[in-house]
């Protein structure tokens, strides 16, 4: 029953404000499934990859998708997560849980403060944008979010991509790096012997889709502003939580 609460929580920011809802799913596989933060950080990736990739469908079909910008920023982005995962392995996982409450506050800046964007194309710099990738795609694997709310800036900004076709080619990418991410993290965690709950994790993906199709007919009836600074404020009441709960404690 929590793990559907959480996935229709998560799914429904996704729906909203297409970025942000990942970066709920290691808090609440940690806090409503009691899940270890080593395995949620991996499961995150998996249930991440899921729901972007069906988010992705309706992109595709109506042409919202720059597949350009998918290679271009979409396979330096793999070579990061895998590294990052690689290095999330390695450290403790208080290490990552810190990073991840730091990432959480900038999550929450960055959607406090975000206007619309211009749908002016500025010239596209490749090297930033694969670099980006890179950088975005480290942080993806070493804590377990996707992403969006970094990758969807980077592609207006930096790759000349309008703001709609940004959001349908993020959810692509995201997809595409967290499934290379979740590969490494189960590699090296099943050879520790940890076991994997496919059950949760299929539970979340399908609640998370659903929650994500409300939440976007909700985004277009309800003041998407001020559901921004409402979701900023949430956001950083979870990184204190985890913070005092996880890393502190």
Same mark, same amino acid.
Do not use: R
């Given at each position: 029953m929590? /793990? %559907? $609460?959480g996935a229709i929580l998560i799914g429904l920011s996704l729906g909203i404000f297409g970025s942000g809802g990942s970066i709920l799913t290691v808090p609440v596989l940690m806090y409503l499934v009691d899940m270890p933060a080593n395995l949620a950080i991996a499961s995150s $990736? $998996? %249930?991440? /990859?899921? %729901?972007?990739l069906f988010g992705s469908i309706p992109n595709i079909w109506h042409k919202r998708v720059s597949w350009p910008h998918v290679l271009l920023f979409g396979i330096p982005g793999m070579v990061g997560t895998y590294g990052g995962a690689w290095l999330g392995t390695l450290v403790d996982s208080v290490i990552q849980l810190s990073v991840f409450v730091l990432l959480m506050v900038v999550a929450a800046v960055m959607m406090w403060r975000s206007k619309k964007s211009s749908e002016a194309t500025p010239k596209v710099n490749f090297l930033k944008v694969a670099l980006d990738g890179v950088v975005v795609g480290v942080i993806t694997g070493f804590v377990g979010v996707g992403g969006g709310f970094l990758i969807v800036p980077a592609l207006v900004l930096l790759g000349g991509v309008p703001m709609i076709m940004a959001i349908g080619t993020s959810l692509l990418i995201i997809a595409l790096k967290s499934v290379v991410g979740f590969a490494k993290y189960y590699e090296v965690l099943t050879a520790q012997n940890f076991s994997f709950d496919w059950t949760v994790i299929g539970i979340m993906v399908v609640g998370g889709v659903a929650g994500s199709f409300f939440g976007a007919w909700i985004g277009h009836k309800l003041p998407k502003e001020k559901l921004q600074k409402a979701f900023s404020i949430f956001l950083i009441i979870m990184a204190t939580v985890v913070l005092t709960q996880s890393v502190l404690n």
């Open positions: 929590h /793990a %559907i $609460l $990736l $998996l %249930i991440v /990859a899921g %729901i972007s």
